[in-house]
């Protein structure tokens, strides 16, 4: 048992140190810039507001009977999640070498740089999801009910974020290549699942595959319950949790197995 609650244990010690530095992330993010933390609501915005008018103007027909701006928001929640995986995705292994000051002090708990980037990646995605229910008031008058599960599928998708960030934080001390793969891999990984279309519109022998896809099954469950008004399959979603949870203690473990030697090799 301790093993699957060691990392909350451990976060849990060094939480002041994890707020400091998640404190510090955030505000020095848009230093410099004269609209400031401003950017944060404006960038997702700018993209969501393109989209509606893109889709409104060009190619309304691909919103096969929905309104154009609910299309334009399915796409921005499908977004929503995809940036956040390829935020992290594309940071993680270059982590351990951006902080190699504080990781070469024996003193310092490297494994507390994933929850900081993980944190810090789902604040601005907490943003743009508020973006989203401004829109959707505004446009809709209205938000379902079900967008209440909301925080049943960010969590666990937080849990198998910071896996996939240990493992790969791992992976990259030990080896840059890490970080080219994965600039070679997310952009046709973001073909690969459910952002601008739906999983029901694959043909089966096809979509049996893309649901395989744990960010396009948080995608398809996000997006069913902030604008279908659709709670998940209770067996999907206890499916998609417990691999998500078996991910987030893999990648811990991973790191804390090769915790010491990485110290050696950045």
Avoid at 221 to 247: E, H
């Amino acid at each position: 048992m301790a093993t699957y609650v060691a990392p909350f244990e451990r976060a849990l010690h060094h939480r002041e140190l994890i707020r400091a530095v998640v404190r510090r992330e955030l505000t020095s993010r848009f230093r410099g810039s004269v609209l400031g933390p401003l950017w944060a609501v404006l960038a997702p915005l700018v993209m969501l507001l393109t989209y509606t008018v893109l889709f409104s103007i060009t190619v309304p027909q691909l919103a096969e009977g929905q309104k154009t701006t609910d299309y334009a928001a399915g796409i921005f929640i499908g977004l929503i999640v995809f940036n956040l995986f390829s935020e992290l995705a594309y940071r993680a292994p270059g982590l351990l070498h951006e902080h190699v000051t504080f990781v070469k002090k024996s003193i310092f708990p490297s494994e507390t740089i994933a929850w900081v980037a993980t944190i810090r990646a789902f604040v601005y995605g907490g943003i743009s999801f508020v973006v989203y229910i401004i829109f959707r008031l505004a446009t809709a008058g209205e938000l379902p009910w079900t967008i209440l599960f909301t925080p049943f599928l960010v969590i666990p998708f937080a849990l198998f974020m910071l896996g996939i960030v240990w493992f790969l934080m791992a992976l990259g001390a030990f080896t840059r290549d890490v970080a080219h793969i994965m600039v070679s891999v997310v952009p046709v990984l973001m073909f690969a699942t459910p952002i601008f279309y739906r999983l029901a519109q694959i043909p089966s022998n096809i979509g049996v595959w893309l649901r395989l896809n744990l960010v396009g099954d948080y995608i398809e469950m996000l997006r069913g319950a902030a604008l279908d008004g659709l709670l998940p399959n209770p067996f999907a979603y206890v499916a998609v949790v417990v691999l998500s949870y078996a991910v987030f203690i893999f990648g811990y473990q991973f790191f804390m197995r090769y915790k010491s030697v990485i110290v050696d090799v950045i």
